[in-house]
């Protein structure tokens, strides 16, 4: 009995060594990233005349498209498991709509007139914006149903966006010549990362990074769903809190410097979960080291096919992630 | 072998009460089923056992309240099957059943060795062994079925709920699953309380039944005390024929009403 046993169980350890090979490999394509990242550019390749312009311009920026790549992916998939939706996005409960109404507002107030301020508000500002958004999300659903269950909060959530969303085209509509900065913001852009924004964003993603990487075999148990992960002894609503804050902190932080990056925190997770399969154990880390590599990537074009104007990375993204989602339809179709 | 005392436990969702003060003991190793009509609070009471509804009223394990306990502490008391159960498509059957060892591992840690060679037994006692990296997308209702089942047995909880385990089987299923759950109460000592609508499988296989309508406790006692025509017509508002095997068993068989 315990040699069945035990070859069974070795047979187990083998199937999940299969797997193991996947991290390993995703730091190999991380590291190719950052060098492909960091020797393409308007600039060219490094060289000993370049390199300090190359260190101030560009290298902030590839850093800054890693944390933001990595902590929009993580979030994603965070969300997702939180909220057994795989159409949750770190945007869900309205960071990016309190972000937006926050930059807005700066915006309208006068980029111009606080250059000589202390703080820069503008990051501050969309931080805080997020930040609100989420917990009037909260409060919402739990004033309006139990805030413990998933779908309060997805509805809470639509909710307050579609208003803060509101409010801020009524602020652009009355300040049409901001209009232009604002979108461009909202597109999300890297170009003008510098080292500053990379320090300042670093301690929430990483903090945010890590209590989600802790979080992973709670997401597992939720996959089957509230009631039972309840009887299975898990006390749901707190950790989906717990997953909620760090994400939304992380992402704030991430959004308050880059802006709106759409289609990372969907297409990166769902991409490994068609790899290397649906378990949050394996995806959470995963989804860390290949996002950061995929904003990396994606972030090249924007420099080099500039004719003039850099494309926003947010287009670039957008170019990725719609034919994924076809492909995705065309999968499901052929399996049926 | 623990024992389950439900004293004055009332449940109630939002403003309906949908169970009145319903009080009974089933001893260590008993099997008590819940059967009545739709509505009657049979879930209702699996619910509350397990901490998922909102109840007045004392339920112990052994003496001990079980409001008391930790979520964890009560799921290494009480593991639960539920009529509907979410099987995601795309996890492998050993991952699932690892799912019921979630009570025994740190909030930040992972699995030992222990809680794997642990699923691997579960699957084994069950036939499943071969299952364990199939995923649960690729299985039948009634290998699911035993999949939660291994599921519950993983949490090593003494008392086992099962609310409607055979509704979604067909007969043979419904067989396999209950001789299953009877000789693992035998082997482990459990104390099992199920919600069935099928009578005469309630009757076959339950020490007790307790009949339940619209919240109250109507009846509790054996087979042959609780399933009469008349108490059958009186609730389920059904006309049957209730008949008794020469070994004991109690058959209850519909009539057809019509001219």
């Given at each position: 009995?315990?040699a069945?046993?035990?070859?069974?169980?070795?047979?187990?350890?083998?199937?999940?060594?299969?797997?193991?090979?996947?991290?390993?490999?995703?730091?190999?394509?991380?590291?190719?990233a950052?060098?492909?990242?960091?020797?393409?550019?308007?600039?060219?390749?490094?060289?000993?005349?370049?390199?300090?312009?190359?260190?101030?311009?560009?290298?902030?920026?590839?850093?800054?498209?890693?944390?933001?790549?990595?902590?929009?992916?993580?979030?994603?998939?965070?969300?997702?498991?939180?909220?057994r939706?795989?159409?949750?996005?770190?945007?869900?409960?309205?960071?990016?709509?309190?972000?937006?109404?926050?930059?807005?507002?700066?915006?309208?107030?006068?980029?111009?007139?606080?250059?000589?301020?202390?703080?820069?508000?503008?990051?501050l500002?969309?931080?805080?914006?997020?930040l609100?958004?989420?917990?009037?999300?909260?409060?919402?659903?739990?004033?309006?149903?139990?805030?413990?269950t998933?779908?309060?909060?997805?509805?809470?959530?639509?909710?307050?966006?579609?208003?803060?969303?509101?409010?801020?085209?009524?602020?652009?509509?009355?300040?049409?010549?901001?209009?232009?900065?604002?979108?461009?913001?909202?597109?999300?852009?890297?170009?003008?990362?510098?080292?500053?924004?990379?320090?300042?964003?670093?301690?929430?993603?990483?903090?945010?990074?890590?209590?989600?990487?802790?979080?992973?075999?709670?997401?597992?148990?939720?996959?089957?769903?509230?009631?039972?992960?309840?009887?299975?002894?898990?006390?749901?609503?707190?950790?989906?809190?717990?997953?909620?804050?760090?994400?939304?902190?992380?992402?704030?932080?991430?959004?308050?410097?880059?802006?709106?990056?759409?289609?990372?925190?969907?297409?990166?997770?769902?991409?490994?979960?068609?790899?290397?399969?649906?378990?949050?154990?394996?995806?959470?880390?995963?989804?860390?080291?290949?996002?950061?590599?995929?904003l990396i990537?994606?972030?090249?074009?924007?420099?080099?096919?500039?004719?003039?104007?850099?494309?926003?990375?947010?287009?670039?993204?957008?170019?990725?992630?719609?034919?994924?989602?076809?492909?995705?339809?065309?999968?499901?179709?052929?399996?049926? | 072998?623990?024992?389950?005392?439900?004293?004055?436990?009332s449940?109630?969702?939002?403003?309906?009460?949908?169970?009145?003060?319903f009080?009974?003991?089933?001893?260590?190793?008993?099997?008590?089923?819940?059967?009545?009509?739709?509505?009657?609070?049979?879930?209702?009471?699996?619910?509350?056992?397990?901490?998922?509804?909102?109840?007045?009223?004392?339920?112990?394990?052994?003496?001990?309240?079980?409001?008391?306990?930790?979520?964890?502490?009560?799921?290494?008391?009480?593991a639960?099957?539920?009529?509907?159960?979410?099987?995601?498509?795309?996890?492998?059957?050993?991952?699932?059943?690892?799912?019921?060892?979630?009570?025994?591992?740190?909030?930040?840690?992972?699995?030992?060795?222990?809680d794997?060679?642990?699923v691997?037994?579960?699957?084994?006692?069950?036939?499943?062994?071969?299952?364990?990296?199939?995923?649960?997308?690729?299985?039948?209702?009634?290998?699911?079925?035993?999949?939660?089942?291994?599921?519950?047995?993983?949490?090593?909880?003494?008392?086992?709920?099962?609310?409607?385990?055979?509704?979604?089987?067909?007969?043979?299923?419904?067989?396999?699953?209950?001789?299953?759950?009877?000789?693992?109460?035998?082997?482990?000592?459990?104390?099992?309380?199920?919600?069935?609508?099928?009578?005469?499988?309630?009757?076959?296989?339950?020490?007790?039944?307790?009949?339940?309508?619209?919240?109250h406790?109507?009846?509790?006692?054996?087979?042959?005390?609780v399933?009469?025509?008349?108490?059958?017509?009186?609730?389920?508002?059904?006309?049957?024929?209730?008949?008794?095997?020469?070994?004991?068993?109690?058959?209850?068989?519909?009539?057809r009403?019509?001219?």
């Amino acid at each position: 009995m315990d040699a069945v046993v035990a070859e069974s169980v070795g047979g187990l350890a083998r199937r999940d060594s299969r797997g193991r090979w996947w991290l390993p490999l995703s730091v190999v394509i991380l590291v190719g990233a950052f060098v492909l990242g960091a020797y393409i550019g308007p600039a060219g390749a490094i060289t000993s005349a370049n390199w300090h312009l190359i260190w101030a311009v560009r290298m902030p920026r590839v850093a800054l498209a890693a944390l933001v790549g990595a902590m929009l992916s993580v979030a994603g998939a965070s969300f997702q498991g939180a909220f057994r939706n795989p159409l949750a996005d770190p945007y869900l409960l309205g960071v990016a709509a309190g972000s937006g109404l926050g930059a807005t507002i700066v915006f309208v107030v006068g980029r111009g007139s606080t250059r000589g301020w202390l703080i820069d508000p503008l990051p501050l500002a969309s931080f805080a914006g997020g930040l609100a958004a989420v917990l009037v999300t909260y409060l919402v659903g739990s004033a309006f149903g139990s805030s413990n269950t998933s779908l309060t909060l997805i509805l809470a959530g639509v909710a307050i966006t579609s208003l803060v969303t509101a409010i801020q085209t009524f602020v652009l509509y009355r300040n049409t010549e901001v209009i232009r900065e604002v979108y461009s913001w909202i597109l999300g852009r890297l170009s003008t990362a510098t080292w500053r924004d990379v320090k300042l964003v670093a301690p929430y993603i990483i903090v945010s990074c890590v209590v989600l990487l802790l979080h992973r075999r709670q997401l597992d148990v939720m996959r089957v769903g509230d009631d039972e992960a309840a009887s299975l002894g898990m006390q749901v609503g707190r950790v989906r809190l717990i997953v909620v804050v760090a994400a939304t902190f992380g992402t704030a932080a991430a959004v308050s410097v880059s802006g709106l990056i759409g289609f990372v925190g969907i297409v990166v997770p769902h991409a490994i979960r068609m790899l290397a399969g649906a378990s949050y154990r394996r995806l959470l880390p995963l989804t860390i080291v290949l996002g950061a590599a995929f904003l990396i990537l994606t972030d090249i074009p924007g420099r080099v096919l500039s004719h003039g104007a850099e494309t926003p990375i947010g287009v670039v993204t957008a170019f990725f992630g719609a034919p994924f989602f076809i492909v995705v339809l065309m999968r499901r179709r052929l399996s049926q | 072998m623990s024992s389950l005392a439900l004293h004055e436990l009332s449940v109630r969702y939002g403003r309906a009460e949908v169970v009145h003060r319903f009080t009974d003991t089933v001893g260590p190793g008993d099997w008590l089923c819940l059967i009545g009509p739709n509505g009657a609070g049979k879930s209702s009471i699996l619910r509350a056992i397990c901490g998922l509804a909102v109840h007045t009223g004392e339920i112990s394990v052994d003496g001990a309240p079980l409001r008391l306990r930790t979520p964890r502490r009560r799921a290494e008391l009480v593991a639960y099957v539920p009529q509907q159960p979410l099987l995601p498509s795309d996890m492998s059957a050993f991952e699932y059943v690892l799912l019921g060892r979630n009570p025994y591992i740190s909030y930040f840690g992972s699995e030992t060795a222990h809680d794997r060679s642990m699923v691997q037994n579960v699957l084994e006692r069950l036939d499943m062994a071969g299952f364990a990296g199939r995923q649960l997308g690729s299985l039948s209702g009634g290998e699911q079925q035993r999949l939660v089942i291994a599921r519950a047995l993983a949490q090593e909880a003494p008392i086992l709920l099962l609310d409607e385990p055979t509704s979604a089987l067909d007969i043979g299923h419904q067989q396999q699953a209950l001789e299953l759950v009877d000789r693992l109460r035998r082997e482990h000592g459990l104390t099992v309380i199920s919600a069935m609508h099928d009578l005469t499988l309630a009757g076959l296989y339950a020490d007790r039944l307790a009949l339940l309508h619209e919240g109250h406790l109507v009846v509790a006692g054996t087979a042959e005390q609780v399933l009469r025509a008349e108490t059958l017509a009186e609730f389920y508002g059904v006309s049957v024929s209730v008949r008794h095997e020469p070994d004991g068993t109690v058959v209850v068989v519909p009539k057809r009403v019509g001219s």
